[in-house]
């Protein structure tokens, strides 16, 4: 397996594995936490293994990009794909996963009477981001900022600075850890891939409880 890994991404992106990094760092899910000690692999890049430092700066950077793709173009694709029967469903899915995780946070707020105000909002969205786990990412984090209505610039800065923190963390971890980059990078994978799954499972049997139910309301 990691031979595959290693052939296809030299072939590709043998000339700058910092580019490599920074694209990975890109992918929902994987982000930063696998980018950090996949460019830092020797079984994978040899000599031009990246440094702690370059392999911070270039998973950072690429979590970054895509922080601002999805806080300026999430809605917009949303309503783009709802337009389109073949990807409606999924679009609703997704749409109606982020709201929920939103609508926890003024639940919560609301329960302890207090104000869901800008800052609490700001603080709530960086500490999820902060978290170096699947599905606590800057996807989930923008996505989140998006649907607690957040102005650009203040969610663009609750999730860099969750996203500072977790790969801070990510590269202490890959430092301290005993084991090689590669082995923390699958052992990520494999968590990333199974919560993933997880999630469309029960997105996709929650769904269908709820149209039950709704079809049941209207006979």
């Known amino acids: 397996m990691t031979q595959i890994i290693k ?7 043998g000339f700058a594995p910092w580019l490599a990094v920074m694209l990975l760092a890109m992918v929902p899910v994987i ?44 809605m917009p694709i949303l309503k783009w794909l709802k337009k389109w ?3 409606k469903r999924f679009a609703l899915w997704l749409e109606g996963m982020f709201k929920e ?3 926890k946070f003024d ?13 609490r909002k700001f ?23 998006v649907f607690l209505e957040m102005k650009f610039w203040p969610s663009v800065t609750a999730v860099t600075i969750g996203n500072f923190v977790s790969a801070f963390i990510v590269s202490v971890l890959v430092e301290v850890l005993a084991v090689s ?13 199974t919560i ?19 079809a049941v309301e209207t006979k």
């Open 85 to 87: 029967p073949l990807f």
């Open 196 to 214: 993933t799954i997880f999630l469309i499972i029960y997105g996709i049997v929650k769904n269908r409880k709820k149209f039950r139910a709704n």
């Open 7 to 13: 052939d296809f991404f030299h072939s590709t992106f």
């Open 123 to 145: 603080w709530t969205v960086a500490i999820l981001v902060s978290i170096p786990l699947p599905g606590a990412g800057v996807w989930t984090g923008a996505a989140v900022a």
């Open 101 to 103: 995780k939103s609508a």
């Open 181 to 193: 980059e590669m082995t923390i990078f699958y052992a990520f994978l494999i968590i990333a891939v």
């Open 107 to 119: 639940k919560t707020q609301a329960e302890a009477n207090q104000d869901c105000s800008g800052a």
């Open 31 to 74: 982000e930063l936490k696998g980018s950090i000690p996949f460019g830092r692999s020797a079984e994978i890049w040899g000599d031009k293994a990246l440094g702690l430092f370059d392999s911070f700066f270039y998973s950072f950077i690429g979590c970054f990009i895509i922080t601002v793709v999805v806080i300026l173009l999430l």
